[in-house]
C-alpha cells in the first residue's frame, strides 16, 4: 500500500482512496481530500480542515487516554474504578482495554 504524508503539500495516492489530493485552505490549515470531492472552495474547505484537525486530536487523545489507562491499572486500580473514571463500566472499560 502506498502511503502519503498528510502535511506534504501536492498530490499523493492512497490504494484505499484512489487519487488523493492534499491542499492547503485560504486560512493556512491542510486538507486531505479524494479526487472525487476536492472541488470544495471556501468556507466549505475551512470546515472540512477544521472537522480533519478534531478528528486527528480525538485520535491522539485517546492514545493518552489509553496510556494513562495503562498507568492506572499498574498502579492497582480497578476496572470499575476506571470504568467509573471515564464515564462506562468497569468490564466495558476492560473489554476496550484490557488485555
Known amino acids: 500500500m502506498n502511503h502519503f504524508d498528510p502535511l506534504g503539500i501536492g498530490r499523493a495516492y492512497d490504494e484505499t482512496e484512489g487519487d488523493v ?13 479524494p479526487a472525487s470531492i476536492r472541488r470544495l472552495k471556501g468556507e466549505q474547505l475551512e470546515l472540512t480542515a477544521q472537522l480533519q484537525s478534531l478528528v486527528s486530536e480525538i485520535g491522539r487523545l485517546q492514545e493518552f487516554l ?12 480497578s476496572w470499575g474504578v476506571i470504568g467509573w473514571s471515564v464515564g462506562t463500566t468497569g468490564d466495558a472499560a476492560r473489554k476496550r482495554w484490557g488485555v
Not at 21 to 33: D, M, N, Y
Not at 66 to 77: D, K
Open 21 to 33: 489530493t492534499v491542499t492547503r485552505t485560504p486560512a493556512g490549515g491542510v486538507v486531505i481530500l
Open 66 to 77: 489509553a496510556e494513562g489507562v495503562e498507568v492506572c491499572r499498574e498502579s492497582g486500580l
